[in-house]
């Protein structure tokens, strides 16, 4: 009976450490993404995004939308993604998913031409973000939004065994998702 139990604990600390190492993993792949989105490094953002996101809008037209955004006055800062959590693994389809949650902050200066329809587009900003931040708060005097406790899901994929390669997208509303990942993992994922 001692042997059983022993190695039904030396199972589930193995279990634990294998998460752990995979849940730093995605740590580092999401500080990569904020520090890459900060830089405007969008390249490289957009080489965390699962490929098959390109079928629907080119790499290019993605990174045309984020550099059009910021020369028309919206600056986006994200910053200090904490508490990470993952789901258990989910196999389909010869491919690996994870659920990866966390919270961060983001800041949202506005400038230029964004000043001129500011309340519109604070409004905007506050109907997609208020059911999922802790604060939202604007400082006149910097035009700038304050999201605070932005809770974030994202799904991380693998799709070789053989390799360490893990390709992200952010859930949210978007129809894209669902043809992106197959509506079994997303139902097993919760979500």
Request: a negative charge; charged letters at 25%; glycine letters at 2%.
């Given at each position: 009976?001692?042997?059983?139990?022993?190695?039904?604990?030396?199972?589930?600390?193995?279990?634990?450490?294998?998460q752990?190492?995979?849940?730093d993993?995605?740590?580092?792949?999401?500080?990569?993404?904020i520090?890459?989105?900060?830089?405007?490094?969008?390249?490289k953002?957009?080489?965390?995004?699962?490929?098959?996101m390109?079928?629907?809008?080119?790499?290019?037209?993605?990174?045309?939308?984020?550099e059009?955004?910021?020369?028309?006055g919206?600056d986006?800062?994200?910053?200090?993604?904490?508490?990470?959590s993952i789901?258990?693994?989910?196999?389909?389809?010869?491919?690996?998913?994870?659920?990866?949650?966390?919270?961060?902050?983001?800041?949202?200066?506005?400038?230029?031409?964004?000043?001129?329809?500011?309340?519109?587009?604070?409004?905007?900003?506050y109907?997609?973000f208020?059911s999922?931040?802790?604060?939202f708060?604007?400082?006149?005097?910097?035009n700038?939004?304050?999201l605070?406790?932005?809770?974030v899901?994202?799904i991380?994929r693998?799709t070789?065994?053989?390799?360490?390669?893990?390709?992200?997208i952010?859930?949210?509303?978007?129809?894209?998702?669902?043809?992106?990942?197959?509506?079994?993992?997303?139902?097993?994922?919760?979500?």
């Open positions: 009976m001692k042997k059983i139990l022993f190695t039904l604990a030396l199972l589930v600390s193995f279990s634990s450490l294998g752990d190492k995979l849940l993993r995605f740590k580092n792949d999401i500080d990569a993404t520090s890459y989105t900060n830089d405007k490094n969008w390249d953002v957009m080489s965390f995004s699962f490929p098959e390109f079928d629907f809008v080119t790499k290019e037209q993605m990174i045309e939308f984020f059009s955004s910021e020369s028309s919206i986006i800062k994200p910053s200090n993604p904490t508490n990470f789901s258990e693994p989910i196999e389909f389809d010869g491919a690996t998913y994870y659920r990866v949650d966390y919270t961060s902050n983001l800041n949202i200066r506005l400038s230029g031409e964004m000043l001129n329809n500011k309340e519109t587009i604070l409004d905007d900003l109907n997609a208020i999922r931040v802790d604060e708060s604007f400082d006149e005097e910097t700038t939004l304050y605070t406790g932005n809770k899901v994202s991380a693998k070789n065994p053989y390799n360490d390669y893990w390709k992200y952010e859930v949210n509303e978007s129809p894209m998702l669902k043809k992106l990942v197959p509506i079994l993992v997303l139902r097993m994922l919760k979500l």
